[in-house]
């Protein structure tokens, strides 16, 4: 008897602490109160907008590489692991489309603080800038969104790493002043601060040194041995990251004739670079009216499922106290064994949000977009003709396809150009 008080105590005493931890106060009023006469006031205040305070001549160029979707790889092949990918909830198109648009949303972001130069999405890492954003999507299903950021420079070095992650509230849809607004946008402009927090920690002179060595790797990618000197490259490990530092050994001549041959071809790529923010803005504004029904649609499917893990887990806690209590007094009764199986059963249950679109009528337009714009990271461009000093190329494929295409084309003028001189 004595110790089945105890197990009634100690179930008791947990069941009111998670009570308790799911309680929180609220308020209804933010600011002071203001009435009478010539005083207007929102009946919904929102905070003021971060002002940004840039005091510097020298601008950063910042690449987005399309961020990486976060699918589990397996160690043995290298591949993606598809069931880890099912288990983990997972609809690879979805990801891959939200690898896209979360790219671009960083974009938008970071251009708000008018601190850089020019803030580009691109296909991948391989193109020329000062800094580098690289993200991973570490979840999202409507109701959370969680990222890894890390920023590199033109170094090579990466600067520094972090984890964000914001909550929609299940009510957002529900107010008709949140139409039309990004329920995933605070997550974005973190990003953006903490850029701009790694960029204002910069001296003039680092940012100059930044700029320097971003010019003189690229004329070292067209002209290897001419700038061969300039640089030196060895493996270095930083936070048990390991990456390829090149350090600066000196600058050629401003008057370099090679030099500014170089200039000319590197104004050619960022001219492809430009075109190609049309086309990914292109891709944002296709899948925007999808996107927002999926999240509309799905974010109190991905509260219920949230609630039923919550559920799920409190029920394992108590049924392992009854299998104590069982243990403790020795009880191996038919109803003690059937309670565990019973809780053994709802451990077992799930819901999974990737079926939710299979089941939601309202989702089905959406999801055959989302289908469509998700089959790749990278995005499928029409066939374009670019000209360089009166020389025409067809460029075919996708954008990352494309790019390559225009800077093997710019390679071979710049050595036809050398081999004339």
Known sequence: MKYLVQIHLMSALLISLLLVSGCKSTTTRTGPIAVGPGVTQSQSPSPEAKRYTYNSDIYLDVAIPVFNPGFPIDDDTGHVDYQELDELDIWPQLRRAEAKRFAVETKQALAKTKAFGSVSVVPNANTSADLYVLGTVLHSDSEFIRLEVTVVDSSGEPIDTEDFEHQVSESFFRDAMNQGKDPYEPVFVEVADYVYELLTDMSEQQKQQLKNTTLVRYAHYYAPD???????????????????????????AANDPMLQRIEVLRNQDMLFVDRLQDQFAVFQQTTNGPYRKWQRETLPEAVRAREARSERNTKAVIGALGFIAALALGNNSTSTSTAVAKTAGALGSAWLLKDAYQANENLRVASAVI???GQGLDLTLSPQVME???QEVELTGTAA?????????????????????
């Open 401 to 421: 396809e494309q790019y390559e295409q225009w800077k093997a084309h710019l390679r071979k003028m710049y050595q036809l150009e050398s081999s004339a001189n």
């Open 371 to 373: 289908d469509e714009m």
């Open 226 to 252: 001419a700038f061969d000197g300039y640089l030196s490259q060895q493996l270095e490990s930083k936070r048990g990251t390991q990456f390829y530092k090149y350090e600066l050994n000196a600058m050629p």
């Open 388 to 390: 360089f000093n009166e």
